[in-house]
């Protein structure tokens, strides 16, 4: 190698490695800030904690971060699973068969990826409140299902146009109809492209604040990223506490994430949008 | 195949997703356009009609230029962080000599993303945290004290101090978009411009950008369209204040219908934040068109 080449690696290593620290130092701060009293908080800003007092995430999942927890896990459990139901279904049905009119269809769906919320914000909240849905679990599940279809049946469509269409031949010359074909052919074939618009709508669900925030009224249905909110406000004056129930609240999408590294990879490169 | 010409047998798979997609997506929006038309609360019945009343006492509101402004911001600074430097982190990422570090920094750039704003926000409204925040505490241990600040509290930071936080967050995203259009350009065009002895910075802009270009675009749009969608970072750091230095427009709805109760005239902000993301909308369409694989 040569001096150039090494003071160039160098070079771009320190610059990384310092966005890197800017990454990463914050959220190990959060995660062991958690563990302080207040005082040590506030004395000792930079340093370990003096006394490692793990009671914080405890108090932290009692005063309210484990209902939030449970709530977020229901309400994205349920929606993936809607999600990657019907739209498996519609990418299905806009990729195999031909008829007049499907072009309209795919468009018409697929500009739903493009709306912004806040538009459909207010009249939802209308909507929800008069067919009774407003502070329930369907408060949520309802627009994040529809809200994260359009992006479930981008992602699957394409990948179901790429799967071969002789098995599918085959097994309906042996008598199958098309929703044997759907079950026992194309969603086992398209497990890869499935796996990642349900870890891709999954964060999404998970993360999703404004809706959360306007369509639920009790405290006891939130999800964690409002929930957190109700927090600050409750424990103004404990900050070890807080950043306990921001750490819970962070490290599961981190987590995730870290082990399923190459799946969303792959569901990015097949969609390419953002939110 | 025969069985895959029955329309009606097709309509059956995609009516479910059609309809919860046309009933809580496009009625809405229609629905909104609508409401901008009334004067009308969250719990009275009674709507009166005032026509473009609200339209017109829109475009007076000097909240609604910071707003624009604010918007125009988030969507001029995350271009030139998200868009700008995450094409060169690509590059550098994708470089011969850098290649076998690529793993680690990609993983580590792209963890911001996957965390809730609303979590974000809050641990960096901690951090910029005039008395125990890390961003101060940083300044003073580098000998910059005099840098240290109330960066929220002060009408004239506070939205710099907002849209780091995004940039913090998703600039990594974006990157990840770059690197994924970067690895499908063929090594052969690289190995050949250098054996024609070029530099890396001459490829970079002979061969890398010229090949992503559909991407850049396309990244471009996704960003201008999310600067005009921002809510949850800006309602959780600062909620439009101090003052109303940070409002944008998302908070502004937010403000007129849960804070004033005037849903008309958070209906007629939500028409606007429609029409600008239609509009850029429209032109994410046009341009994916010539790129077919995007």
């Known amino acids: ?275 | 195949m025969k069985n895959y010409r029955s329309s009606r047998t097709a309509l059956l798979y995609i009516l479910p997703a059609l309809l919860i997609v046309v009933c809580m997506v496009f009625l809405p929006i229609v629905l909104n356009l609508y409401n901008s038309f009334f004067r009308w609360n969250s719990f009275g019945t009674e709507k009166v009609f005032v026509g473009f009343e609200y339209y017109i006492r829109l475009f007076k509101d000097p909240v609604f230029y910071t707003a624009l402004k604010n918007n125009g911001l988030y969507a001029i600074i995350s271009l030139i962080f998200q868009v700008g430097l995450g094409i060169i982190i690509a590059a550098i990422l994708e470089d011969k000599l850098i290649r076998k570090f690529q793993p680690f920094f990609r993983t580590v750039f792209f963890i911001p993303s996957v965390i809730s704003i609303a979590v974000v926000g809050l641990l960096w409204q901690l951090l910029y945290n005039p008395e125990v925040g890390l961003v101060n505490g940083t300044l003073e241990a580098i000998g910059l004290s005099e840098w240290t600040h109330s960066w929220l509290g002060d009408s004239k930071t506070a939205i710099y101090a907002v849209v780091a936080v995004s940039q913090w967050q998703y600039t990594g995203y974006i990157t990840m978009l770059f690197l994924i259009a970067m690895q499908k350009i063929p090594d052969e065009f690289y190995e050949a411009a250098m054996i024609d002895g070029a530099s890396r910075i001459k490829s970079f802009f002979h061969i890398t950008l010229p090949q992503i270009k559909e991407m850049i675009l396309v990244g471009s749009v996704i960003t201008v369209i999310g600067a005009f969608k921002v809510f949850d970072e800006v309602y959780v750091m600062t909620s439009g204040g101090p003052g109303r230095s940070t409002e944008v427009l998302g908070t502004m709805l937010y403000r007129s219908a849960f804070r004033n109760d005037e849903m008309g005239y958070a209906s007629t902000i939500g028409t606007v934040i429609f029409v600008i993301t239609l509009t850029l909308s429209l032109i994410q369409m046009k341009i994916g068109k010539t790129g077919k694989e995007v």
């Open chain 1, 1 to 275: 190698m040569t001096i150039k080449n090494r003071i160039f690696q160098l070079a771009v290593i320190v610059w990384f490695g310092i966005f890197s620290l800017v990454i990463i130092f914050p959220l190990i701060w959060l995660c062991l800030s958690g563990l302080k009293s207040n005082r040590d908080f506030f004395l000792n800003t930079w340093s370990l904690p003096e006394k490692w007092l793990w009671g914080n995430y405890k108090a932290a999942w009692d005063a309210g971060v484990g209902d939030f927890f449970f709530n977020s896990v229901f309400v994205t459990i349920v929606s993936v699973s809607i999600i990657l139901l019907l739209g498996a279904m519609a990418a299905y049905g806009l990729s195999r068969f031909q008829f007049k009119g499907q072009n309209m269809l795919l468009v018409i769906i697929l500009s739903g990826l493009m709306l912004a919320p806040q538009v459909s914000l207010l009249p939802l909240y209308k909507l929800l409140q008069a067919v009774g849905l407003y502070n329930t679990y369907g408060a949520l599940i309802l627009p994040y299902v529809a809200f994260q279809l359009p992006f479930a049946i981008f992602l699957m469509r394409s990948y179901f146009l790429s799967i071969p269409k002789e098995l599918e031949e085959s097994a309906i010359i042996d008598g199958c109809n098309s929703w044997k074909v759907f079950w026992h052919i194309i969603l086992p074939m398209g497990k890869p492209i499935i796996a990642s618009a349900a870890l891709l709508t999954g964060m999404f669900v998970w993360n999703e604040f404004m809706f959360a925030l306007v369509f639920i009224e009790d405290s006891s249905l939130r999800t964690i990223p409002v929930g957190l909110m109700n927090l600050r406000s409750q424990l103004n004056t404990n900050f070890g506490i807080q950043l306990a129930g921001l750490a819970i609240s962070a490290l599961p999408m981190i987590i995730a994430y870290i082990l399923f590294q190459k799946q969303f990879v792959r569901g990015i490169s097949a969609g390419g949008v953002k939110g």
